[in-house]
């Protein structure tokens, strides 16, 4: 049974730093992207950082760059994504997603997808 799960949200000060981790069971990393998104109230869905395994590529939105770091630990068959310098406009679900491949925020081929974490930031 193949599951992808997304844990560390919370609530935190503007400012202040989450990490969230992404783990999947039934399949590994190793060969696939890794793509972190998120909605917040009321707005689409929007890509926030993916991570490419097979050739290491890694992308963030504009609105994230310098702020989040997407990483990995194929020991642990989990991405992480540190999120420093939190903004209340971050505050969303955030969910990760397990696909072939990514092209910036885009992921490509068969998806699996977490249920989400909710990340709050308090002004």
């Known amino acids: 049974d193949v599951q992808v799960a997304e844990s560390g949200g919370g609530l935190v000060q503007a400012g202040g730093s989450l990490r969230l981790s992404c783990t999947a069971s039934?399949?590994?990393?190793?060969?696939?992207?890794i793509g972190w998104f998120r909605r917040a109230p009321g707005k689409e869905r929007e890509g926030v950082s993916c991570?490419?395994?097979?050739?290491?590529?890694?992308y963030y939105d504009d609105s994230v760059k310098g702020r989040f770091t997407i990483s990995s630990d194929m020991a642990k068959n989990t991405v992480y994504l540190q999120m420093n310098g939190l903004k209340p406009e971050d505050t969303a679900v955030y969910y990760c997603?397990?696909?072939?491949?990514?092209?910036?925020?885009?992921?490509?081929?068969?998806?699996?997808w977490g249920k989400g974490t909710l990340v709050t930031v308090s002004s």
């Open positions: 991570i490419s395994s097979r050739d290491g590529n890694i």
């Open positions: 997603a397990a696909a072939e491949v990514c092209i910036s925020t885009i992921l490509y081929g068969k998806m699996y």
């Open positions: 039934g399949f590994t990393f190793d060969d696939r992207a």
